[in-house]
């Protein structure tokens, strides 16, 4: 659904700008349709907590972005980093 909405909300003309970031970012979402709709409804659940989630998070960058408040923005990509770091590769 993440992968979906990037590229809903990639404007056309700008679709030549994009490089290889934006490729494996989004390359789910040029994935069967139908497919994804049976995975995302059989889990409805789990996929709505993570999207609140998501939501949630997506807020306060836009809120960090918005007010200019580096300091704030830097300590969430900070705390996105050290969580997908200790995921490992």
């Known amino acids: 659904m993440l992968a979906a909405a990037i590229v809903a909300a990639t ?10 970031g934006w ?4 390359r789910i979402a040029a994935g069967d349709p ?3 709709a049976d ?23 836009l809120l960090a972005i918005e007010a200019g408040d580096r ?3 830097v300590k969430l990509l900070h705390h996105a980093k050290d969580a997908r770091d200790a995921v490992g590769s």
Do not use: Q, Y
Request: aromatic share 6%.
């Open 39 to 61: 995975i995302l409804l059989d889990n409805a659940a789990s996929v709505a907590a993570a999207m609140k989630r998501f939501a949630v998070a997506a807020e306060k960058m």
């Open 71 to 73: 300091g704030r923005l």
């Open 34 to 36: 139908e497919l994804w």
């Open 23 to 26: 490729r494996d970012t989004t």
């Open 11 to 20: 404007p056309p003309a700008t679709h030549r700008f994009t490089a290889g």
